[in-house]
């Protein structure tokens, strides 16, 4: 069974600093997709970034890039020049054959 | 946009009823999921199903039910309700090739 695994259940980072989220996973699948969803104190999920495990080129939206490493099985994310409205709860996602599967997230709170 | 809207936002209900969490999406997605969240464990997966009438068990099943009669609208039925099933509930669809995109929760109370 795929499995997320996200060990760091809480992060802070000052705002304008840069700050790494981890997360590993563990499948025997070849194809798939990898996620970073946002979930704000509103509660709904917002999609940050994507990853096809296909593509080498790891995966940047904005202030927000990967480090997809494949033979490891780690799929980290990188806010940069972090602000105040990144505070949130994270969660990394692994999607194949339909399925969907999430780590337990990580709270992240952004210090003025 | 896409949209995913789930019936309630916020439902109370007593332990021992049938309870039904609808959820109605918009973009003719193959792809629906129910999840439940609570602090400390994300959102684990209850049931999903990839086309009208199929489904899979997720990783918490029991106690739960599913139906996917239309592929737009996809129902978590809880046969009879336990307080330890008391969470947020969120309802998710995709398409193959595409991220999922989810309704806004329903907090599921049961006394």
């Known amino acids: 069974a795929q499995t997320v695994t996200q060990s760091q259940p809480e992060m802070s980072v000052q705002e304008a600093e840069t700050v790494t989220l981890s997360c590993t996973y563990d499948?025997?699948?070849?194809?798939?997709?990898l996620f970073w969803y946002k979930q704000p104190p509103s509660r709904q999920m917002i999609l940050v970034i994507r990853?096809?495990?296909?593509?080498?080129q790891n995966a940047t939206e904005n202030r927000f890039s990967v480090n997809f490493q494949k033979a490891a099985k780690s799929f980290s994310l990188k806010i940069s020049d972090s602000q105040l409205g990144d505070a949130a709860m994270y969660f990394c996602?692994?999607?194949?054959?339909?399925?969907?599967?999430f780590g337990k997230g990580i709270t992240l709170s952004v210090r003025p | 946009d896409v949209k995913v809207t789930q019936s309630s936002r916020y439902l109370v209900k007593r332990t021992g009823e049938k309870v039904f969490l609808e959820c109605v999406q918009d973009?003719?997605?193959?792809?629906m999921f129910w999840y439940r969240q609570d602090p400390g464990l994300g959102l684990r997966l209850i049931y999903f199903?990839?086309?009208?009438?199929?489904?899979e068990k997720g990783d918490i099943p029991e106690g739960y039910s599913v139906s996917r009669e239309k592929k737009e609208r996809f129902s978590l039925i809880l046969e009879s309700a336990s307080t330890n099933q008391t969470s947020m509930y969120l309802c998710?669809?995709?398409?193959?090739?595409?991220?999922?995109?989810f309704g806004q929760g329903t907090r599921l109370t049961v006394v």
């Open positions: 996602a692994y999607g194949a054959n339909s399925k969907l599967t």
């Open positions: 199903s990839y086309d009208v009438k199929m489904k």
């Open positions: 990853q096809e495990a296909y593509k080498q």
């Open positions: 998710a669809s995709s398409s193959i090739y595409t991220e999922a995109f």
């Open positions: 973009m003719d997605h193959e792809n």
């Open positions: 499948t025997s699948e070849s194809d798939y997709y």
